[in-house]
């Protein structure tokens, strides 16, 4: 009896699908909701937007990407508040030599630094690409000496060059929308 009632259960499941396979659905796609941002569809448009519109990300625009906590870059009451981005150290007092200026110290546009090794993107000025460097490597005769979580210590002529990685003087906000923050 057990056996025959377990019988006419799995027969009215089997069924139970097979109604509801062969049922139609409906997959035609639903409205978006109302956004402040919306386009309206053109002619043909198939779902997709043409291009995104990125007036609403200026925040996330804004924050800085090689910082662990993704928070604007503010100098610590420590520090001085005078904008200043190069801090000149010489490393050994060297007799004044009659020569052209000196070229300018590349940008610090990034730090990685994996276990033990380290690296700087550094650009040089006039350069269109910028690239990785370790220690020890040079660019436009600047060697680079000391790596930091937040700045890189480049050599040249005897002189130290430490370069900041965030400027001390806030970044100004995109323009273009966003919620001024």
Request: net charge neutral; no cysteine.
């Amino acid at each position: 009896m057990a056996a025959l009632g377990l019988g006419l259960a799995a027969a009215a499941l089997a069924l139970t699908n097979v109604v509801l396979y062969e049922a139609p659905v409906d997959i035609s796609p639903t409205a978006p909701p109302a956004q402040r941002n919306t386009r309206e569809p053109q002619a043909g448009a198939t779902g997709l937007p043409d291009a995104v519109d990125s007036t609403g990300f200026a925040e996330t625009f804004a924050r800085p990407l090689f910082t662990p906590t993704r928070r604007r870059f503010l100098p610590s009451p420590k520090e001085p508040t005078t904008p200043a981005q190069m801090e000149a150290v010489p490393a050994t007092p060297a007799a004044p030599v009659a020569s052209a200026p000196p070229a300018p110290a590349p940008a610090l546009l990034g730090i990685s630094i994996n276990g033990g090794s380290a690296r700087v993107l550094l650009k040089s000025a006039g350069a269109e690409a910028a690239n990785w460097y370790g220690n020890g490597e040079t660019i436009d005769g600047w060697t680079v000496s000391g790596v930091e979580k937040d700045a890189a210590t480049l050599e040249r002529r005897g002189k130290l060059a430490r370069i900041l990685l965030y400027p001390l003087t806030p970044p100004t906000s995109p323009t273009g929308g966003g919620d001024g923050l």
